[in-house]
């Protein structure tokens, strides 16, 4: 099985930055894709941003095309988000994802809160 751990949640003030990181371990030779999910209190899950890990395609939601942009290490089996531009509606829990073949596993998220 992988596992995914994130980091780099926080408070941040509006306009301010963060950078998420979510390292996979484990049984990652079949990742096809990693990206990241954000949910809202009492909201659905919605898309934020993925990446195949051959860096041949990349997807962002409308809501943060512009402001955020992920990026990954292959060596370190790592994914990145830069968010930039923070908003309050940006406020969610982030859960970072991983695609393979058959399998999709889910990191245990990481609170952002941006104030205004």
């Known amino acids: 099985q992988a596992q995914l751990v994130e980091s780099g949640g926080g408070l941040v003030q509006a306009g301010g930055s963060l950078r998420l990181s979510c390292a996979a371990s484990?049984?990652?030779?079949?990742?096809?894709?990693m990206g990241w999910f954000r949910q809202a209190p009492g909201k659905e899950r919605e898309f934020v941003a993925s990446k195949t890990w051959s860096g041949a395609r990349t997807y962002y939601s409308d809501s943060v095309k512009g402001r955020f942009t992920i990026s990954r290490d292959n060596t370190k089996s790592t994914v990145y988000l830069q968010m930039n531009s923070l908003k309050p509606e940006d406020t969610a829990v982030y859960y970072c994802?991983?695609?393979?073949?058959?399998?999709?596993?889910w990191g245990q998220g990481t609170q952002v809160t941006v104030s205004s």
């Open positions: 994802n991983l695609e393979g073949g058959v399998h999709s596993y």
């Open positions: 484990g049984r990652t030779f079949s990742t096809y894709a």
